[in-house]
């Protein structure tokens, strides 16, 4: 047996779960899921927190998260799990900080064989499972030269989703294009990054136009099929939009043409991915089985580029790649009517990390103790209104930076824990005031905890959770 099947095994078996032989099967719950909801989770790439109309974009049009926003969770505090787009994905997948198993950024690392995804879990538990657009957890194929790592007999992070969870793909290594995503913005020569379905298999049917609607068209007979056979599904949808190379359509480049040509692709292809979501939704209508599906959506990390770029985060300090608000307090949401009847506005600091423990509470799924360190909490209590205090902090780490975040205040460090300064987001939230000399003790406290948290992380990137 493979050192990944005997971790996965361990894992499972606390959860009250038996693997059958050869993989996966359902196995008996600890709690009284009653009822196992659809579970959709949503990603785009680059979408800064000012990047919404529900948020108070003056120009920007995205309709369909604003409707999304008033009927159910509009978390005020979502934290992507690290400033930049792999390490969070990662954390989604895991409920894990990316530095517990080598994710450190952008093309670095891949999924390890030995963690666990969600996907993973969710298959024992009678779900279908399906991944749709931007993987960045590894490469794709060893066959060919694809995007930024993949290359013939290039195996070191080939770490597809197909073996990591997922039943059904349609999925990139890493960027493309946000319209006609097979081909170089400007010229008719191939981008270089493809899709595929799974193994050998490149995608080569349907892929003109906005990418958002290229993705979605998998994802809906993905969803529609589930629905058909009355099975449980999750599925991940990770828009590449609004990364670079961002383009736009010409329907969408017309709601902007006030804006200068860089602006006007850049709320296009977010007004582009906004109907996608639409359709979504008003399938799930369709089908019946809206309200017995949680679907989530956020961002990976901060808009790119400079102040003067076409991304906004209203008003946080930071962007994409840095470890101030702006880079990682991202637009976050969650519909879920057989839950949420009562929409509202959450204050609570939340992250990407918070899916996996979240999915595993709803499904009754509590293990007695965890084999690795989780670093998400569940928000079944607050999705309940039964919990209104994240119960312990959040903490990142990228590169140089660290950061550990609370209920009230935040500490960071720009130069590996040299130097710190504190903040209260709660009354500054733009990080305008350092209270480290001010608030003495608070600092200490905050920086013990962070400094126990790396120990903890460091532990388990040297294998010490396997």
């Not at 081909?183 to 298999?201: E, I, M």
């Not at 961002?299 to 300090?317: F, H, V």
Request: some cysteine; proline content about 8%.
């Amino acid at each position: 047996m493979s050192q990944r099947e005997t971790t996965r095994r361990d894992f499972l078996k606390n959860l009250g779960i038996v693997l059958a032989a050869g993989g996966f099967s359902r196995g008996l719950s600890a709690g009284p899921a009653a009822s196992r909801p659809n579970i959709i989770l949503c990603m785009t790439d680059d979408q800064g927190w000012g990047d919404t109309g529900y948020n108070g974009h003056p120009v920007l049009k995205t309709p369909n998260l604003d409707k999304m926003a008033s009927e159910g969770l509009r978390f005020e505090r979502w934290y992507s799990g690290a400033p930049v787009c792999s390490p969070t994905r990662g954390s989604s997948l895991t409920g894990r900080h990316p530095y517990r198993y080598g994710i450190f950024h952008a093309n670095v690392g891949h999924m390890r064989d030995q963690e666990v995804t969600l996907a993973e879990v969710l298959k024992t538990q009678g779900y279908t499972t399906g991944h749709f657009g931007k993987w960045h957890l590894g490469t794709l194929t060893t066959e060919v030269k694809d995007s930024n790592r993949g290359r013939p007999g290039q195996t070191e992070h080939y770490a597809p989703p197909w073996e990591h969870g997922f039943d059904t793909c349609f999925s990139t290594e890493a960027k493309v294009p946000t319209w006609d995503p097979m081909k170089t913005p400007g010229a008719d020569t191939p981008y270089g990054t493809y899709y595929w379905s799974g193994p050998g298999r490149r995608v080569t049917e349907n892929l003109d136009g906005d990418d958002s609607r290229v993705i979605m068209d998998r994802a809906i007979p993905f969803v529609r099929s589930a629905a058909k056979q009355n099975a449980p599904f999750f599925a991940v949808i990770w828009f590449h939009a609004p990364h670079l190379p961002v383009v736009a359509g010409p329907r969408f480049r017309a709601m902007y043409r006030d804006q200068d040509p860089k602006v006007r692709a850049y709320y296009g292809c977010i007004t582009a991915m906004d109907e996608q979501v639409g359709r979504l939704r008003a399938e799930l209508e369709t089908l019946g089985i809206a309200r017995n599906t949680m679907l989530w959506f956020c961002s990976d990390n901060g808009p790119e580029g400079n102040d003067s770029a076409p991304g906004r985060t209203k008003g946080l300090r930071g962007r994409k790649r840095c470890l101030y608000e702006g880079g990682v307090r991202v637009p976050g949401l969650l519909a879920w009517p057989e839950k949420i009847e009562t929409p509202r506005v959450v204050q609570m600091p939340c992250s990407t990390s918070d899916y996996f423990p979240t999915v595993l509470d709803v499904l009754g799924l509590r293990p007695d103790r965890q084999p690795e360190p989780i670093d998400g909490v569940s928000l079944l209590p607050l999705i309940e209104g039964r919990m209104d205090q994240r119960p312990g902090p959040i903490g990142f780490q990228s590169r140089n930076q660290l950061a550990l975040i609370d209920n009230r205040y935040k500490i960071y460090s720009k130069d590996k824990g040299d130097t710190f300064e504190l903040y209260d987001l709660v009354n500054d939230l733009s990080e305008e005031r350092n209270l480290a000399t001010e608030k003495p003790e608070i600092a200490r406290k905050m920086i013990d905890r962070l400094n126990a948290w790396r120990v903890s992380c460091q532990q388990s990137l040297d294998g010490k959770d396997y």
